[in-house]
Each structure stands twice: as C-alpha cells, then as structure tokens.
C-alpha cells in the first residue's frame, strides 16, 4: 500500500505525506476485511491526523520540505 501511496504521490506531482492524509479513515468510512460477513463501519474519531500534526510541527517538516527543495534546486543548476 505505502508503494502505492508513493506512486500516486509521484504521479502527481504531490508531497506523499498530503496523499496519505487525505486517505485516512474517517467516521463512516468502509472497513474492507475481505469478508463480506465481517465487514463494518468505522465510527468514532482517528487519531493518526492529530498525531501526524505533532509530528510535522515538532520536526519542522515544512521548513525541511523547503530546504531541501531549495537544495535539489542548487544542484540540478549545477549539472
């Protein structure tokens, strides 16, 4: 799945962390198990968007996306 993820992203042309995101189960969401008996609703609230908020923030993920943007920029000028 995270391949996939990556080649959409890739495909694109999107930050791979903004297609994951927008594909995070939400409240009502299908649950695929595979079995048609055993297949259900999700319900309540996922908590991986706010933990993956924190996560950017305290890793300054956005200002380390622009750097190295700006890096890969300053060497594709040089070749």
Request: charged residues 25%; contains cysteine.
């Amino acid at each position: 799945m995270e391949l996939i993820m990556e080649h959409i992203a890739f495909t694109l042309k999107r930050d791979p962390l903004t297609v994951r995101a927008e594909n995070f189960i939400k409240d009502g969401d299908i649950l695929y198990t595979g079995d048609a008996e055993t297949q259900g609703v999700f319900h309540g609230e996922n908590s991986i968007p706010s933990m993956l908020s924190q996560a950017e923030n305290s890793a300054c993920y956005d200002e380390r996306k622009r750097l190295i943007a700006h890096f890969n920029e300053v060497i594709n000028a040089t070749y």
